[in-house]
């Protein structure tokens, strides 16, 4: 690099881009073995799925058995069950999640007191900070029979009831509680789309003598159409996650009928029930559906909304 | 906005200001109802009284707590884990994110890189065989189960990839030009002007570690190698046991642990204190990290 010709600092800086290369090689690398031994060498365990798995044989000395698990999974009257109840809750928390946080969204950007609207958003995103371990007994402490819901119903002379040991209302207190957990945590993405609207539009409209109501459903709503419909297409592959830290702080027996999840299903059999190959592919076969609903769901997004995922 | 100043304008403003406070409310009281129980007396709590103010006010749980070893003990295992997997997080993020921002004619190999990422990122071993690698590699019970899973975060990896491809080029040509190397080029342009997005992954990085409890659950076959969100879920209420038994009354009587309600709210406060700390920030940079993550193409 001292050298004075010329040509020096060329050569220099070629040399210096190899190095530069080399770098970026390495600097990859550590990450990279952190991947290669906790994501890659777990896809390579899904061999188990088509094993008879015994742990003191491990995965090269255990015995083949083909697609044994997979037709013994599809012939247990559980698994729909269990599928069927995680698509309802999913989806069930996509769909009134997103409703509640963009009412609340518009709502809020109506409040012109900006110390109250900035105390309302404090609280509101704290549920989302909190862990389910806490919030499930927060739950439980609304929900139970003596619990605040029940004393208020008893107030109005209604009968009690045991919504956590009950089939009927387990489901919709799980949807409940997350749309409570998080709705305000979801409305920061709406209100930025919000505040993205020409608020010339408003004005024009307010000349007019259009009604607040008109102004949200032809102006605000259609304004937002584009983020609400993004973050729809990519929660699609989220239908497959029933939630587990929810579902197992709050699930017992009596309610597995409606309660019970693909995650809490394999977590009690597979690995408590050390039914480990059935686990694995009970497991494999969620991980596949879910890989095809993010491809498509990313598709779609790029078709429809000129945006991606990744 | 809502304009005006005739009568049903005032009332869709007062509905509006209703609903909205009232939605606060629904958030803060229960979680406030936490905080009266860890604050009443046990027999208070057992017979279900205590609602938004203390019953027989008493900081006895908060005294009993002081006692308890394994609830340190968990406690401090999960500041361990926090501050190791910050770390590692952080530094595993900005080696990976600058090089994978550079474009494909300054680095070849960064596609591919960057499709073994996103496959990780889509695609899962599953729990079991992701239990049986890690049993394999000897890591249940101690601490390093709790930080290596997860060291890679790819979707904090994303974000501040993107972020340092906003990076304005001559900054970077300024520093090639005196000389530096890449790490320097990292450490010393890339990493100042990162600031708020770096608080945002790290952010997510304490407050996931914080708040998890599958991987202590899974992992740890001894209760005091527990993570603190592990050891308070191990000490709830048995469910099965207070759905069977109809009232909570009669559960209460059955479960020795559940007489300490309130000695378990207040396990619940006291573990929520490190995240209501940081919660000014939290309110600060998630709000800007899922507005960035979310929509940046």
């Given at each position: ?72 999974m599809?012939?247990l009257p559980d698994i729909g069950k269990v599928f069927r109840n995680t698509i309802v809750i999913a989806l069930g928390k996509i769909i009134f999640g997103t409703l509640l ?31 389910w ?6 739950v439980?402490?609304?929900f ?17 009831i045991?919504f956590l040991g009950s089939n009927t209302w387990f489901q919709p207190l799980l949807i409940g509680s997350d749309v409570w957990k998080e709705f305000?945590?979801n ?45 729809a297409?990519?929660s699609l592959p989220s239908v497959l996650d029933g939630g587990f830290d929810q579902v197992y702080n709050l699930y017992s027996p009596i309610v597995y009928e409606t309660g019970d999840t693909i995650d809490t299903y394999v977590y009690r ?13 009970v497991?494999?076969f969620k991980?596949?559906i879910g890989?095809i609903l993010?491809?498509?769901a ?13 | ?297």
């Open positions: 690099m001292a050298e004075n010709n010329l040509e020096a600092p060329i050569r220099g800086r070629k040399k210096d881009k190899k190095k530069a290369k080399l770098t970026y090689h390495a600097m990859l690398a550590p990450g990279m073995i952190f991947l290669l031994i906790f994501s890659f060498a777990p896809m390579f365990g899904i061999v188990m799925a088509f094993q008879d798995f015994v742990p003191a044989k491990g995965f090269f000395g255990s015995e083949f058995v083909g697609l044994e698990h997979f037709k013994y599809f012939n946080a963009i009412v609340f969204a518009i709502l809020l950007n109506e409040i012109r007191l900006k110390f109250l609207k900035k105390s309302v958003q404090t609280v509101v995103y704290l549920p989302h900070f909190l862990s371990v806490v919030l499930s007994t927060v439980i402490n609304l139970n029979l003596d619990g605040t819901v029940n004393q208020i119903m008893d107030f109005f002379g209604l009968e009690k045991n305000g945590f409305s920061v993405i709406y209100l930025a789309a919000i505040a993205s609207v020409d608020p010339g539009l408003h004005e024009a409209a307010g000349m007019d003598g259009a009604s607040w109501w008109r102004r949200v459903w032809h102006i605000t709503l259609p304004g937002m159409l584009p983020i609400i419909l993004l973050l297409i990519l059999n597979g690995l408590v029930g050390r039914d480990y190959s059935f686990g694995a592919a497991g494999l991980s596949i890989l993010i491809l498509s990313n598709n779609i997004a790029k078709k429809y909304t000129e945006r991606k995922l990744f | 906005m809502i304009q005006g100043n005739n009568l049903s304008t005032k009332i869709g403003k007062f509905i509006i200001y209703f609903i909205v406070i009232s939605l606060g409310l629904v958030c803060l009281l229960p979680l406030w109802n936490i905080v009266a129980i860890s604050f009443s007396s046990g027999e208070a709590v057992a017979a279900n009284l205590v609602g938004l103010k203390p019953v027989n006010f008493s900081t006895k749980a908060y005294e009993m707590i002081m006692e308890d070893a394994q609830f340190w003990r968990s406690f401090s295992i999960s500041v361990q884990r926090v501050v190791i997997a910050l770390a590692l997080n952080l530094i595993l993020i900005v080696l990976m994110a600058y090089p994978l921002s550079k474009t494909k004619r300054e680095f070849k190999s960064r596609n591919i890189y960057m499709n073994i990422i996103i496959f990780a990122m889509l695609f899962s071993g599953g729990l079991i065989p992701t239990f049986i690698v890690i049993r394999n590699l000897n890591l249940l019970d101690t601490i390093w189960v709790l930080v290596l899973p997860g060291a890679v975060p790819i979707f904090s990896v994303i974000l501040i990839m993107n972020f340092f491809v906003g990076v304005p080029k001559s900054l970077e040509e300024a520093a090639i030009i005196d000389g530096a190397s890449p790490l320097q080029i990292l450490f010393k342009v890339y990493i100042p002007v990162s600031l708020p997005a770096l608080a945002t992954v790290a952010l997510f990085s304490i407050v996931g570690n914080w708040n998890d409890f599958m991987t202590g659950l899974i992992y740890m076959t001894q209760v005091s190698n527990y993570p603190i969100m592990t050891y308070i879920q191990s000490l709830t209420i048995d469910i099965a046991e207070l759905v069977r038994s109809g009232t909570n009354s009669d559960a209460l009587q059955n479960i020795a642990e559940v007489q300490n309600r309130n000695l378990n709210a207040a396990k619940i406060v006291i573990s929520t204190i490190p995240l209501l700390l940081i919660y000014p920030f939290l309110q600060r940079y998630f709000v800007t990290g899922i507005v960035v993550g979310s929509v940046k193409e």
